[in-house]
């Protein structure tokens, strides 16, 4: 099994360095920290009321990898829930990616 944080082969480009600056600045996140953030993967187990705004924070924290599983039926009852759904995603009973990038 790979492991959770690989950040030896993570750099940060020059939009990256400008992009995460105020976190670069952290000293409890620093430019080391930030690597590990980018070699990072996470999976997010439910997206609904919790998991839908974790998600968003965790890819603008700058999450290399991260993966969403939700095996409930997207429809209009419940995308109150889901903050990152547009309605042409409300349809969908079968989400297999949503990309940050």
């Known amino acids: 099994m790979a492991p959770l944080i690989d950040s030896s082969?993570?750099?940060?480009?020059?939009?990256?360095?400008?992009?995460?600056?105020?976190?670069?600045?952290?000293p409890e996140?620093?430019?080391?920290?930030?690597k590990k953030l980018k070699g990072a993967r996470v999976l997010?187990?439910?997206?609904?009321?919790?998991g839908s705004p974790l998600a968003l924070y965790l890819a603008a924290a700058g999450v290399g990898t991260l993966g969403?599983?939700?095996?409930?039926?997207?429809?209009?009852?419940?995308?109150?829930?889901?903050?990152?759904?547009?309605?042409?995603?409300?349809?969908a009973s079968n989400w297999t990616r949503l990309s940050t990038s």
């Open 44 to 50: 997010c187990v439910g997206t609904g009321g919790l």
């Open 68 to 91: 969403l599983v939700d095996f409930d039926v997207v429809d209009y009852t419940i995308c109150s829930a889901r903050c990152f759904t547009t309605p042409a995603m409300w349809a």
């Open 29 to 34: 996140v620093t430019l080391e920290g930030q």
């Open 9 to 26: 082969q993570a750099t940060l480009s020059n939009e990256e360095i400008l992009r995460y600056s105020r976190h670069l600045i952290m």
